[in-house]
């Protein structure tokens, strides 16, 4: 006989006190009690353990014990497996205390269910020790649920060596021994083995006759090696599908970025006469939020509802997340009407709604205060909650509050979860406290490739090129293999800062890597090198492209675009149409900018018009905001206040800039005034307003007003951003401010500048005094025209540049007409090309021309 040894009851769950059971207590000498037999006991306890009823259950088989009636292993195997059945696992332990107790000898049936029981109750050490003990009894049910175990528990090496062990102990897997170890496999490092073991279960038979192996091929092919193409095969054999194979297909379709082909098998599933359940709506709703489907969005919100599941927080969270996503003016009220029809709120729905808030850009106060009525109402915000919370803080420009919230983070120890870590970096980085943002990254304690990604992106968007290539080159000493993910951060970082040499060094590295082919990486590719201002490189790039999507196709309109070639742009973008390329937002903000940079006001009209009429595309505020820039531009001031006011929604600060631009080049005083105060009281926070509106005034020479409104900005400690031009000479970025003298070269450049101006003067450049917007004599108006940023850049690269290299210089705000006018008489003497990108566009200057043709 085998000693089994089993886990001491009283080590599980001690019995409960003689008091709370009532079966146990004796009964008065002077009642008479009827005595129910044996078989009458073991009937109401199997229909109590039948429908869930486990503690009467127990209380029937302890009032069994009492009277000397010995329940059988079935008896125990049948409440095992009810606890199981139910997930009362304190229960299942109880029941197992009582079999210890009972003196029986347990079969493989109970055992195997004692094995099921602390499997599903996440204690694995207790399921193998009752495993290991059990010795030859073991059979095929018994290695099935210890593989099932170890496979739950996510030890899936574990799981697979047991396979392998149960194969040399000569039992051969049934189908749920096969899906269980397929689990297994289902991750990038054990997707081999489970192809190995796929032929295995063709030979059985298994493979076209049971949906639970069905279901674990697809989860493997799917989520363990990516292949969609497998995953569809293995769906398309299985002859007997319910609605979990469809779910699963649609859910892995949805996670893994093919939400076009989830939607479509929905479609099917529907029409097959499927029911969906939660699973799946939760799932489609999420694809639909990432495709800006709104519309089928909020049919299957309507269908959500005629299933009864309208309250189900994960589909409640997925409509709050979809609403939010493809909401067209950034409104977060369906949102909020889903979120508050949610009637028992959990860390999931409020986190759904407060990132929903976050990353509108549009509702982040809105995000902390939802955050404070959270924990008022005692919900503790998990590590995602606080990611969302350092965003909109982000969005705010407001780390102080974002330090606040770090405390609580700190206090819940969750401040070394990557998420959070690179999150809080970000914040720092987009608030230009790049100090900061490298100490949260240097106490990180377990840094993964975002955390790199997201340093290196807030190095290049804070100018500083050096440190953000040591942190790219601190990632390859640390052995990551980086993705395409973290190419394309270091693309887009060397873009944002014109950095061409290093993004050509980047695209070296890429190549190398084998990622030339990657569709990602390419439309990248095409963004940086026309973002660097080689549009040449951009085209080559593009040319080579196997697969064209609306991403590579927007890129290069985009580029051509900002560049001035607004005809090839809108070629292009007929191209695209031709190819059956349907056009998104993007696109059209593209469009409509090509139109705008040249003045092209009809052609403009009818791209707005066709947005909706021919692709359902609901304009935007960006495009409204082009419309308003075309106008206003072209002098069509009352035309573009029209269409502001004909805007299905209210204007956001962005359209009232716009429009403050034209009315300070067109010197519209009235209407500038009004536009100013419609910014302020957007942004009241952004200098931006008061400072168009300040240059309007100088423009006319109103000083007095001038004065009123730097009074009012210094008494609202509002600081004017400070202009700056970089130029990338040997890899290394020199940057300049206005009258800038702390360069090593300081000397050399202002000798060189007296002298370039003295050249330019002589074939006819006059400078243009009226683009200093200060109260001084002419004389001193020349005096600051000549230490713009931008004209101490380019006679830096005069000097450490020869013919015929092309001359690119960056600009943080837009050009001033005294320097657009320098740069073509420079071009024209100095025989050089002269690429200058200031914070609206790209001018190429070339024998005294503008690609803008003075247009901007």
Sequence with gaps: MINLSLPSPANLLPPPPKTLNPSRQKTPPTQTLKIPNFEHLKTRLIHQASVGHLRQAISTLDLMTQQGLTPDLFTYSLLLKSSIRTRQFHLGKLVHARLSESQLEPDSVSLNSLISLYSKNNDWVTANTIFENMGERRDVVSWSAMISCFSHNDMESKAIS???????????????????????????????????????????????????????????????SGDFDSAKKVFDRMPDKNSVPWTLMITRYSQMGNRKEAVELFINMVESGYMPDKFTFTSLVSACAELGLLSFGQQLHAQVVKYGLAFDVCVGCSLVDMYAKCAEDGSMVNSRKVFDLIPDHNVISWTSIITGCGQSGKHSKEAIELYCRMIEDQVLPNHFTFSSLFKACSNLSDPDTG???????????LAAVNCVGNALISMYARSGRMEDARKAFDILFEKNLVSYSTIVDGCTKNIDSNEAFGVFHQIEDTGFVLD??????????????????????????????????????ANTLVSMYSRCGNMEAALRVYSKMERLNVVSWTSIITGLAKHGFATRALEMFQEMLNADIKPNEVTYIAVLSACSYVGMIDEGWKHFNSMYKEYGISPRMEHYA??????????FLEEAMQLINSMPFEADALVWRTLLGACRVHGNIALGKQAAEMVIEKEPNDSAGYILLSNLYASVGQWNEVAEIRKTMKKKNLGKEVGSSWIEIENTVHKFHVGDTSHPQAEEIYKELDQLVTEIKEVGYVPDTSSVLQDVEDEQKEEFLLQHSEKIAVTFGLINTSKPKRITVFKNLRVCGDCHNAMKYISMVKEREIVLRDSNRFHHFKNGICSCNDYW
């Design 484 to 521: 395409s993910f973290t190419f394309a951060s270091l693309l887009s970082g060397a873009a944002s800062i014109g950095a061409v040499a290093k993004g050509e060094q980047i695209h070296a590295r890429l190549l190398k890597a084998g990622f030339e082919s990657n569709q990602h990486i």
């Design 626 to 635: 082009c419309m308003v820039d075309l106008l206003g531009r072209s002098g």
């Design 162 to 224: 047991t396979f392998v062990k149960m194969l040399e102990f000569g039992e051969y897997p049934n189908q749920f021994g096969f899906a269980a170890v397929i689990r297994a496999c289902s991750n990038a490092e054990n997707a081999w083995i489970g192809d190995v073991i796929f032929g295995s279960v063709i030979k059985t038979g298994y493979f076209e006759s049971d949906v639970c192996i069905g279901c674990a091929l697809i989860e493997m092919f799917a989520k363990g």
């Design 403 to 413: 330090e606040q919230i770090y405390a609580h983070v700190v206090k819940m120890g």
